[in-house]
């Protein structure tokens, strides 16, 4: 479940602040933690409150590893040098309560180095992205690079970074690709790239994409993805039945997703 709170469309029984934030990421996180795999935070709604924000994201990060869900922050970082450094630790040190990243690989590998170091060293993942779920991400994803595209030679990459990371039981890398539910056919063909790669799948929901959709990037035995929904479910009500009203869109989600994948 994605928590991207808005001001505007917070419930009416909530306070329109950082502190209302905080309070309404709770009730959301109550309502779903057992249902829900995972938090998926996106920085950007806490970095518009400057430090109070960043307070409200960590805080909402370690309430919902102590509900007992996996935490994966959504900041998108990507640069070289001490400032990866920087990055890395702050989001993937063992005392973070994030277990995962995504991470934008377009500076190539010594961009994408310091966060796998930190994902090996303490057991901590990442989600490169690779082919994202909004409309113009062909203008660059899709170009073509010899016989294939950039997403496609990306996706080898992405395969060959996690195969020192892959667990014993699982056989799934610490290194992910962020695909998106709305390029069905891609992300069917992604996954056949990257067997042993976890991915981690937006789109679903309000941006369009179905449990159809997303069936094919899981593998055969029901593991291997992550499904994310954010607006579909934190935003199903703003009257007094917002908490009810988000667990229902969740049970609907994981209703739907758990009939595809029987076909599987």
Not at 34 to 54: L, T, W
């Amino acid at each position: 479940m994605g928590l991207d709170p808005l001001l505007t469309h917070l419930p009416k029984s909530i306070d329109k602040t950082p502190a209302g934030i905080l309070a309404f990421n709770k009730g959301i996180i109550d309502a779903v933690k057992d249902i829900a795999a995972c938090i998926k935070p996106q920085i950007a709604f806490y970095e518009v409150f400057r430090s109070i924000g960043i307070d409200v994201f960590w805080e909402t990060c370690a309430y919902a590893k102590k509900q007992g869900l996996l935490v994966i922050a959504d900041i998108k970082r990507g640069d070289i040098g001490s400032t990866c450094e920087a990055y890395a630790d702050a989001y993937l040190s063992t005392e973070s309560p994030c277990d995962a990243v995504t991470v934008n690989p377009y500076l190539g590998f010594d961009g994408v180095l310091p966060f796998l170091e930190r994902c090996m060293k303490n057991d901590k993942g990442m989600f490169v992205l690779v082919k994202t779920s909004n409309p113009s991400s062909g203008e660059l994803q899709d170009l073509p690079v010899g016989d294939e595209v950039v997403h496609e030679h990306l996706a080898g990459l992405v395969s060959t970074w996690g195969m020192e990371c892959c667990g014993p039981v699982s056989h799934l890398s610490c290194v992910g690709a962020v695909v998106g539910a709305t390029y069905p056919e891609e992300l069917k063909y992604l996954r056949s790239l990257m067997p042993n790669t976890p991915f981690l799948i937006p789109g679903f929901g309000a941006q369009g994409g179905t449990a159809k959709d997303v069936k094919n990037g899981f593998l055969s035995d029901g593991t291997g993805a992550i499904v994310n929904s954010s607006r579909g479910i934190i935003y199903a009500s703003s009257g007094a039945d917002w908490q009810e009203a988000a667990r229902k869109a969740a049970e609907k989600m994981s209703t739907e997703l758990q009939e595809v994948l029987k076909k599987k």
